[in-house]
């Protein structure tokens, strides 16, 4: 069981390294090694299974992320016809895209979850959401 001081620094390094393309996937695992380190300080497993679902929903963007470069989608949009000739095409570009979306979506709302635990838990108000709108 880790110390909250060492899961504050590992987070803190965790959210930067997410924000660079490269080596997002350090950031993310760094992430989750916090929120299993606060999740086992308060006993409370769901912080860290959010933490995890988030986590893959990203790598899984991440990849059709990929697939939306590798397969041309973006090349397509230039061809003629609905799916272009040789490359996915404009309804090729819209699906890759969309399901990129949906997975972004998804990993943001599971670690929305798990950071509005933390805050619970920890009762420290960063991790909470702000109610700009009340």
Do not use: C
């Amino acid at each position: 069981m880790g110390s909250l001081s060492s899961a504050k620094t590992l987070g803190g390094v965790g959210g930067i390294l997410v924000l660079l393309p490269g080596i997002s996937l350090v950031g993310w695992v760094l992430i989750l090694l916090a929120t299993k380190e606060i999740s086992e300080s308060v006993h409370d497993k769901t912080i860290f299974d959010d933490a995890l679902l988030a986590a893959i929903t990203a790598v899984i963007g991440a990849v059709v992320f990929a697939a939306f470069v590798f397969t041309g989608a973006i090349g397509g949009l230039f061809l003629p016809g609905p799916f272009g000739s040789g490359g996915v095409g404009v309804f090729g570009f819209l699906v890759i895209l969309g399901a990129f979306w949906i997975f972004t979506i998804i990993s943001a709302i599971f670690l929305k979850r798990s950071y509005e635990k933390i805050s619970q838990r920890l009762n420290v108000s960063v991790f909470a959401t702000p109610d700009y709108f009340t």
